[in-house]
């Protein structure tokens, strides 16, 4: 059958019906048929349009009213302060973006404003009165508080006040409350980093949806903090600092400043609490420096540990009379002076390598700029304008300069992880990823020689009080004392700024792992424990000590206990039972 | 017969042509309309789920701070100490997995039962 045969079919009497409708008035009235009976047609073909328009009406309002669109589903805006997760190198959350809320208030949907006003005064305690009152008696909807918690929104919202609405906002969490507070640092509520880890990665933070993972383990952090808080409130300190390092791939553990704060009060928080001691804090760090002193003559062949100096007599530099806290003979080996911790001998010491080689190699240690950090907190040290023999006589023994325990810590790191010098860093390295290329500062022989001074001075020098059976700690100890209005006060009344630098197993080879633990505690007061003594061989050792101890487990240091080790040594049994119950 | 012819015819007063492109009109409104409908469904239900995914995710964010807070080092330190009177483990608490062997110790082999008077041999 052809298309126009097919056309030209009778139709159906309904099609007859609908398609009569042309030139029906004229068909009615030829035919004198009634014109109801053509308006009733016209009437059924327009309702079925009417109905046609009546279901896209319906469609087109469903979709405008109860889309999830209008709810503020996948269409709506990012939240401008997002940030990324911090976390921990084992993924343990340190900084989170948690939802909260803003309130705003509408005074034209307002009956009775005061019952309104008495009803969020009582719900949320932080609204000023007077703010609250410019809002009621403004005329257009109007911000009152912000970063309310679900529980308080959720509060709010079952008062059913008019007038109050809610949008969603992000609000920064720490949940770690003041542990590695200085580290982690903090965001203003714009979502934008301040202090700490939060400034130093603040731009990954805010491009990131995938969690930032910092360096530090907060199991070592926990310890570190836990022993620096122990002992800063048993000494009254006015501060106190400490890092842990792996010093072979130069990321931080661990970085703690006492006192500390709470990073979710952060704009509450007693300014002086938020000082970072580890980074912003300048000493002058005493014998501590005699590391970077011995490193330095080794180094540059000026004396080996067997060289004998002359610490039989107090040595005069220029105005400056320089002494010996121990007097243990007339001649001591460097390796001596090391470990009696001899200012004269580092003194002398210095001097032999003269202004230029201490000038070299304290500038490659990096003592004389600011500690490479991402921490925008990193402090430039104070050093002297001219090294003058007496300033290279002071030097030697950590006086004449003061730098962030930071600082130290890089350097030092430089001396004990086979001689290259890296900054350290906060972030994870990759499973696999290379650490740093760094740069060559000594020998990896002066480094292995170091080592074994540091290791010494643990066994049988200032150091005994650091000793971990088992863990082959090395270290130094020092204490320095502190400018009093301009002078250096000795005696009882002396302030002084206890310090150790310890480094664990000393007897690792340089492929692998070795840590490094400094404390340094700023004016410790005498205890009777202490015998009245606030060296750092009696103050600031026994916590390093003591960190090493419960930090080794965590970083897979073995122990290897000799048999001499738990006969010969009285302060090696303390330490191997003194965690006991 | 041409095709032209035939769209130019008139059935009942109405062109082929006009016809057919009534015809094409009304089927493509109703597909498109029929796709929309379906596709804004389809939207709706993907809106529904990401709101969902939200609603979760945000969640899953306070109950992870809240974990982070319970699992501080500080704070379960704090309660071993308090509450359980633990301390940091010492060294002679440790041991390696080759020392296991050194500190078991052999269980003793259960004694004989006692032979009751007057009993069998």
Request: charge should be neutral; glycine fraction near 8%.
């Amino acid at each position: 059958m052809s298309l126009a045969d097919a056309l030209a079919r009778p139709l159906s009497p309904v099609g007859r019906w609908i398609t009569g409708i042309e030139h029906a008035f004229e068909r009615a009235r030829h035919s004198d048929k009634a014109v109801n009976d053509t308006r009733l047609r016209i009437f059924f073909v327009l309702a079925l349009f009417g109905a046609g328009f009546v279901t896209l009406g319906l469609g087109a309002t469903r979709a405008a009213l109860f889309s999830a669109y209008s709810r503020g589903g996948a269409l709506a805006a990012p939240i401008p302060n997002a940030r990324a997760e911090l976390t921990d190198r084992n993924g343990q959350v340190l900084a989170i973006d948690v939802p909260r809320y803003a309130l705003y208030l509408d005074p034209h949907e307002l009956v009775h404003p005061a019952e309104v006003r008495a009803a969020l005064l009582a719900a949320v305690p932080g609204i000023a009165p007077a703010k609250l009152d410019r809002i009621l008696a403004g005329d257009h909807r109007t911000f009152v508080v912000g970063a309310l918690t679900p529980d308080q929104r959720s509060h709010i919202h079952d008062l059913a006040l008019p007038g109050v609405s809610f949008e969603e906002e992000s609000g920064r969490a720490y949940p770690l409350d003041d542990l590695a507070a200085h580290l982690i640092g903090f965001s203003s509520k714009d979502g934008i980093g301040l202090a700490g880890a939060e400034k130093a990665f603040d731009a990954e933070i805010r491009a990131d949806k995938a969690p930032v993972a910092l360096s530090i383990d907060l199991r070592v952090q926990g310890a570190l903090q836990d022993e620096l808080d122990a002992a800063s409130q048993a000494l009254g300190v006015a501060g106190a600092a400490g890092i842990v390092v792996n010093v072979r791939t130069g990321e931080i553990l661990a970085i703690s400043s006492f006192p500390s704060f709470d990073a979710n009060a952060a704009g509450t928080a007693d300014p002086a609490t938020m000082v970072n001691h580890a980074a912003t804090t300048v000493y002058e760090p005493g014998s501590v420096m005699k590391v970077f002193t011995l490193a330095m003559g080794i180094d540059a062949g000026v004396a080996t540990p067997d060289t004998m100096f002359d610490v039989s007599h107090p040595l005069v530099v220029g105005s400056q009379t320089i002494h010996d806290y121990d007097h243990d003979g007339d001649q001591l080996s460097l390796a001596h002076v090391f470990t009696h911790s001899s200012n004269i001998g580092a003194a002398r010491l210095g001097l032999l390598a003269g202004p230029e080689v201490m000038s070299r190699y304290y500038h490659a240690f990096g003592l004389f700029a600011a500690a490479p950090s991402e921490l925008a907190e990193s402090a430039r040290p104070l050093t002297p304008k001219a090294l003058t023999p007496n300033i290279v006589a002071s030097m030697s023994f950590g006086h004449a300069i003061s730098v962030t325990p930071l600082a130290i810590a890089t350097g030092m790191s430089a001396i004990l992880d086979g001689g290259v010098y890296r900054p350290l860093t906060l972030k994870k390295l990759a499973p696999g990823q290379a650490p740093a290329a760094g740069r060559r500062v000594i020998q990896e022989s002066t480094s292995r020689t170091m080592l074994d001074l540091m290791r010494m001075n643990v066994v049988e020098g200032t150091g005994t009080k650091a000793d971990v059976v088992g863990l082959r700690v090395g270290g130094k100890t020092g204490t320095a004392t502190k400018l009093v209005h301009g002078h250096y006060v000795e005696g009882r009344n002396a302030l002084n700024l206890a310090s150790f630098a310890a480094i664990f197993p000393t007897d690792a080879p340089f492929s692998a792992d070795r840590y490094l633990t400094l404390i340094m505690l700023d004016e410790p007061k005498p205890v009777a424990a202490d015998s009245g003594v606030t060296s750092g061989a009696f103050t600031a050792a026994p916590v390093a000590g003591k960190v090493i101890n419960r930090i080794a487990p965590f970083l897979g240091v073995r122990r290897v206990i000799i048999a001499s080790d738990l006969a010969a040594k009285p302060a090696a049994r303390a330490t191997l039972g003194a965690n006991e119950q | 017969m041409k095709l032209s012819g035939v769209l130019g015819q008139r059935v009942r007063g109405f062109r082929v042509v006009d016809l057919v492109a009534l015809v094409i009109f009304l089927a493509l409104a109703l597909t498109v309309y029929a796709f929309k409908t379906s596709a804004g469904r389809e939207r709706t239900d993907i809106s529904h789920v990401e709101s969902q995914i939200h609603d979760e995710t945000r969640q899953v964010k306070l109950l992870r701070a809240q974990l982070a807070h319970l699992e501080s080092p500080d704070r379960l330190e704090k309660l071993a100490t308090q509450y359980a009177g633990q301390a940091p483990v010492g060294a002679k608490q440790e041991l390696t997995p080759e020392a296991l062997a050194q500190v078991v110790r052999p269980i003793p082999a259960p004694a004989p039962p006692a032979a009751k008077p007057g009993g069998q041999p």
